[in-house]
């Protein structure tokens, strides 16, 4: 029992003994500074100062812009911006994937692709076949009359739109002579109008050009997007001057006529005119005479 009570007072007298820290000038030995300290207390110093240093460095790292200078951290700002790149990026993705789709739906519709089909713009997106929807087109006999007395007093009204007003003008595409009407009970959703070679094909109205490329079928094909929901079509031409995203003026040459693709019988243009994403009669709407 005895050595046990020794040891741990040894061991007690070894932590709790003192000594002298003397700092001496090395010339004269004079003492300029004396610490009196044991080895507990060098212990606890060292350990409260450890704690201090840990906790003043993550106080440094945690709420002050050093912790950008630490190999592993990432400034704050450039992530913000960051994120805000990518989520732009991605906005910017989607509109562009949807743009493409709206307009290959278009292209798809003007070259014959679909049957025409009551829809929108968000129509076009949908997953569906619009060879399956079909259209009648067969009113009853009043019906027809009423058609054809309103056509007739509307042909060469320049704002007329189906019982809609407008402020849009439609000039002519081209100096010619209307060989093919409007027919669309013949699949024929446009007006073929013969013209000699390299003669201007024009722009009926401002607009941007949203296809502009060649197909084997049409040839030359320019279509140009309007305000007030108008598309307009030239097809068969013999050379372009605009390509896609190009904004044009009203009565601007856009091409020349031509006699390019499969169906085509001779120098003439194939001129289509969409309203809501719905063929019409351009002569509705377009004095040609």
């Known amino acids: 029992m005895n050595k046990p009570k020794k040891k741990n007072k040894e061991l007690k007298k070894k932590w709790l003994h ?24 060098v212990f606890v110093y060292l350990g ?12 440094i790292i945690a709420f002050t812009p050093l912790r950008e200078y630490i190999p592993g951290y990432s400034s704050t700002d450039l992530r913000r911006t960051a994120l805000l790149l ?12 949807y743009n493409n789709l709206y307009l290959e739906r278009i292209r798809m519709v003007l070259n014959g692709d679909y049957t025409t089909a009551e829809m929108d713009r968000d129509s076009l997106l949908q997953n569906y076949n619009l ?53 669309p009970q013949n699949d024929h959703y446009a007006i073929d109008i013969i013209a000699q070679t390299k003669a201007p094909v024009k722009a009926i109205a401002e607009g941007m050009v949203v296809f502009s490329d060649w197909t084997s079928e049409t040839g030359y094909v320019i279509i140009i997007e309007h305000p ?20 044009v003026e009203a009565g601007e040459v856009i091409a020349t006529v031509g006699n390019t693709g499969e169906y085509t019988t001779g120098p003439h243009l194939h001129f289509e005119l969409w309203k809501a994403l719905k063929p019409v009669n351009p002569t509705n709407y377009i004095d040609f005479n």
Do not use: C, W
Not at 48 to 59: E, M, N, P
Not at 86 to 97: G, K
């Open 18 to 41: 003192h000594y002298r820290l003397v700092v001496l000038n090395e010339d004269t030995y004079e003492e300029k500074y004396s610490l009196k300290l044991n080895r507990l207390s």
């Open 48 to 59: 409260l100062g450890s704690i201090f240093l840990v906790a003043i460095t993550t106080l």
């Open 86 to 97: 990518e989520e732009q990026t991605d906005s910017l993705s989607r509109a562009i994937r």
């Open 131 to 183: 060879d399956t929807v079909a259209i009648s087109i067969n009113p009853i006999k009043e019906d027809s009359i009423l058609r054809e007395q309103v056509s007739m007093d509307e042909k060469y009204n320049l704002f007329y739109q189906g019982g809609e007003q407008t402020e849009s003008v439609l000039y002519p595409p081209l100096d010619g002579v209307v060989s093919d009407s409007f027919d």
């Open 228 to 247: 007030d929901d108008f598309i307009s079509a030239y097809k068969h031409n013999g050379s372009l001057f605009k390509k896609q995203g190009d904004q």
